[in-house]
């Protein structure tokens, strides 16, 4: 598949091989049939259809689950993932609890005391059996007793979860911890709580208290019944997210919402085929992607042991400057959601100069590559209210000049900056003549250095640098700091190190 626009071969994403392997194991597990490809449909965008057949890789059939893989290609947009195996494992589940079921449980007013287990155990009121419904709609398993749910101390934890009207063992409720009470000991329901006690497997969602309505255990969107029908995990190799503001909530697997939007059409479409109506868990792996998330964005934005299964169209444009805009747009999001105050860094030197020399802890700076513009853009958004921006000044002086996306390739008027900051400093057109001759813009300095002009030029340089970026940014405190390619620090606005200073304070 080739963009129209720059004739250039287009990949596709972790997400989009992640929904085929799950269509492809899907169909191997409701048909028993063998695949060694499988064609994958869907709309990247909304007037745009696309079909794709992905060849199948390490297929393993067992009678209860099926697992597969698709290589990641990323076309001509090379990236760290591209050729991993990206594995989807199929498996049924059991079935949730009918909402006649559910109506029985509320008739019989059941109120949880949790205590010792085994013969001392608290009676449930209204349950002389002690019994708790399962929430399994057949006869299997249809209850656990109080012993079942007791830790080794004999206690039962539970959270009762106002947001949800949901009970649910302590540890697996998806909602705010603000909403939560803890049951331990002697504590006990109100006799006018939700009354239904159910385990949770792994990845349920939850039901309201109309049980009519299902709500994704991770968006919280209503009527998503997908979402419980078709339970997605994270396995071997995909990270987990660890902070708030990224696309998953803490201690989910970094499965963004586009792919599991994705992997849930692709295996419903199979079920649809199949006349299946059941439950499927989906459990998503990328062996060896803890090793490959090291040379990723992860473990900056919080994301720990392993890559993200992203791509909210599935196809990789052969444009890898709008992943690491949005990469940089996310992590500032992530990092101003525990301080007001942010290190803005273009690379390496400005990064190792606030980390060793100002103290700047790594979760208050942001490498933000070519766009600081787009950082300084979501900071405003993120509530950043002192922002200091410090890096080398081959980058830095380009927003002297307004200029907001700072590569080479497209931005490289460095030199010419520097020339128009000397004039208004007083250079002589001769000076100007050797100026335009120089390389780098280190030795423009030198050369106004014994000219006598550096310090004037360098008041002027962060005069018009400071007025663009306050323009853009347009709220927060700016602050700033050149440095050679060395780290020795060139020049720096007036209140620069004090910022630097009361980041403390966050």
Not at 81 to 94: E, F, Q
Not at 291 to 304: S, V
Not at 343 to 349: D, E, Q, R
Not at 374 to 391: M, N, R, S, T
Request: glycine share 10%; aromatic share 4%; proline share 6%.
């Amino acid at each position: 598949m080739s963009s129209g626009k720059s004739g250039k071969r287009h990949g596709y994403t972790t997400g989009a091989c992640a929904a085929a392997a799950a269509k492809a194991a899907a169909r191997m597990l409701l048909t028993g049939q063998s695949l060694e490809q499988i064609e994958l449909q869907w709309r990247p965008y909304p007037d745009q259809s696309v079909s794709v057949t992905f060849p199948l890789e390490d297929v393993t059939v067992k009678t209860d689950a099926v697992c597969c893989a698709v290589r990641k290609d990323a076309g001509e947009d090379i990236d760290v993932t591209d050729g991993m195996l990206i594995y989807a494992k199929v498996s049924r589940l059991p079935e949730k609890a009918s909402p006649e079921e559910i109506t029985e449980a509320e008739d019989h007013g059941m109120i949880l005391i949790s205590g010792p287990s085994g013969p001392d155990q608290k009676p449930v009121q209204n349950n002389p059996e002690n019994r708790i419904s399962t929430g399994q709609a057949d006869d299997s398993v249809p209850f656990f007793t109080l012993s079942d749910l007791a830790d080794d101390n004999g206690v039962i934890p539970m959270r009762w979860d106002q947001a949800a009207a949901f009970l649910s063992p302590e540890g697996k409720s998806q909602k705010s911890e603000k909403n939560l009470i803890t049951l331990s000991g002697e504590s006990q329901l109100d006799a006018g709580s939700w009354p239904i006690f159910r385990k949770l497997f792994p990845g349920d969602a939850e039901i309201d208290r109309n049980c009519d309505t299902h709500v994704d255990p991770v968006t919280g969107t209503p009527d998503r019944q997908e979402a419980e029908r078709f339970v997605i995990t994270g396995g071997e190799g995909i990270g987990t997210v660890t902070k708030p503001g990224l696309d998953q909530p803490p201690g989910e697997p970094a499965i963004n919402s586009g792919p599991r939007r994705m992997i849930r059409d692709a295996v419903a479409s199979v079920c649809e085929a199949c006349e299946y109506e059941g439950r499927l868990q989906i459990e998503i792996s990328a062996p060896g992607g803890q090793e490959t998330a090291e040379k990723t964005f992860n473990p900056r934005l919080g994301i720990q042991g392993g890559i993200s299964i992203l791509g909210s169209t599935g196809i990789v444009e052969p444009m890898s400057g709008r992943a690491v805009a949005e990469t940089v747009r996310t992590e500032v999001r992530v990092k101003a959601a525990d301080s007001t105050f942010l290190a803005l860094v273009p690379g390496n030197t400005g990064a190792a100069f606030v980390r060793q020399e100002l103290l700047i802890p790594e979760t208050q700076t942001v490498i933000v590559s070519n766009y600081p513009g787009e950082a300084l853009d979501e900071a405003k958004k993120a509530g950043v209210q002192k922002v200091l921006l410090a890096g080398s000044l081959g980058k830095l002086i380009k927003l002297a000049g307004g200029i907001f996306y700072t590569h080479s390739r497209d931005a490289d008027a460095r030199i010419d900056i520097l020339m128009r900051c000397a004039v208004q400093a007083g250079a002589s057109s001769a000076l100007l003549r050797q100026l335009d001759g120089c390389v780098t813009t280190e030795a423009g300095l030198d050369l106004l250095d014994q000219n006598g002009l550096l310090d004037l030029t360098a008041d002027v340089i962060l005069e018009r640098a400071l007025a663009h970026t306050q323009r853009r940014a347009d709220g927060p405190r700016i602050e700033m700091i050149f440095l050679r390619n060395s780290g020795e620090v060139l020049m720096f606005t007036d209140g620069a190190f004090t910022v630097a200073m009361e980041k403390a304070d966050e």
